[in-house]
């Protein structure tokens, strides 16, 4: 497999972030979930007008992962105000998609170590996300990094409520790491 690039998305991006934000969702959803649920959620979620409003958003940040020039998959962290809970000194990873013919290939642990290389930079103590307590193969990608669960929240699919369990990394202190 060529290299994994990640590269910054930005608003003129935003049909290449609707269509694998839409074809990731899928991929990973639509097996367990009715059709009229996922075509409801792939249709406001993944909406121009939704996408272009996260894109501006001053609190969260979209990235790309590229293999031979082709979008395989994407990262959505929020900071601040963009976190869907309020989590002071953390940024969240909101989204980790990656198109099933490049599971197991690195790509989500590329853009999983980006997120965690900004937190460094912006030097926050954690890293929290939401994962649906159904998707055992994301629950064990981010037990194997070392999350772990403290708390649960709902997270609604058309009509369906569904259960995400809250994970956190908390993150050596980025003054130690700086003077090692």
């Known amino acids: 497999m060529e290299q994994i690039i990640i590269e910054r998305v930005n608003i003129t991006d935003i049909k290449k972030l609707q269509k694998i934000g839409r074809n990731t969702f899928f991929e990973a959803f639509s097996e367990v979930n009715t059709e009229e649920n996922m075509k409801d959620y792939l249709e406001n979620s993944f909406s121009e007008d939704k996408l272009r409003a996260e894109l501006n958003n001053k609190d969260s940040r979209f990235y790309f992962a590229l293999v031979d020039g082709e ?8 900071f601040g105000e963009a976190q869907n809970e309020k989590i002071n000194d953390a940024i969240e990873i909101e989204r ?8 197991g290939k690195g790509v ?5 170590q980006k997120a965690i ?3 460094y930079e912006i030097q926050v103590g954690t890293v929290w996300l939401g994962v649906w307590e159904e998707n055992y193969r994301a629950l064990r990608f981010y037990e194997k990094n070392g999350f772990t669960p403290f708390g649960k929240h709902s ?8 259960t995400d369990l809250l994970m956190k990394k908390e993150l050596a202190n980025t003054n130690e790491l700086k003077a090692s």
Do not use: C, P, R, S
Request: glycine share 6%; charged share 20%; hydrophobic share 55%.
């Open 71 to 78: 979008v395989v998959a994407y990262l959505k962290i929020n």
């Open 96 to 103: 980790i998609y990656v198109l099933k013919a490049f599971h």
């Open 108 to 112: 989500a642990q590329g853009l999983y």
């Open 117 to 119: 290389d900004i937190a």
């Open 155 to 162: 997270f609604w699919l058309g009509d369906d409520e569904q």
